[in-house]
């Protein structure tokens, strides 16, 4: 399959000026252009297929062991010592960016603090989005929608969503969820809530002490 060079070598050899390109070329040249999305990248030092390490040559940057693409995830849950279940997926280049998708299931009424122990591997690679020490820095936080997954009746489960905001920090081992409302909402956690969405973060080298 062509590269990108060889493409545009095609084109403009073929597509001139007051030229009489062949329906042939035309062809071959638009189905190299399709096939490019497969292997057209060798340009940037790298063959990969997988579409999600190709984010490495849109960030303009050559893989090296700085810029290395990440995948966690399990088919089964990870349980707190409240019952909560945990499923979840971080993707994402080290040291840039990660993305995280999460359904978080509760099983114990008014509980807001969830707990989750991460295998090393994981922490070490997303500690880096955490610089400082947990006691110097504001948790990432974000708005949810909580759902309870109890159904009304036997046939059908009937979604009533309320707004929470979610705090979010990994710290040693453990991924921590907290979750509050406004002060002046009348709502609590209900066994059977559930929190399935997907974040986006990274953190730049901020300087918080100024």
Known sequence: MATKDEITSKINSKIVKDGNIRAVDTNEILRDILDFSNTGITQNTTNINNIEQRVIVLENKPETDDYKPFSFWEESPLKDKRGAYLWYSFRGIEKLSASFTFRLLIKESSVTD????????????????????????????????????????ESTIVYHPRIWTMYFMISDNIVNFKLAKERYIEDKILEGDEIFTSIHFHCPEFNFDK
């Open 114 to 153: 969830f707990r989750f122990q991460l295998n090393d591997k994981i922490i070490e690679t997303l500690k880096v989005f955490f610089q400082k020490p947990i006691h110097q820095i504001t948790p990432i936080s974000f708005t949810v929608s909580v759902n309870n997954t109890k159904p009304e009746n």
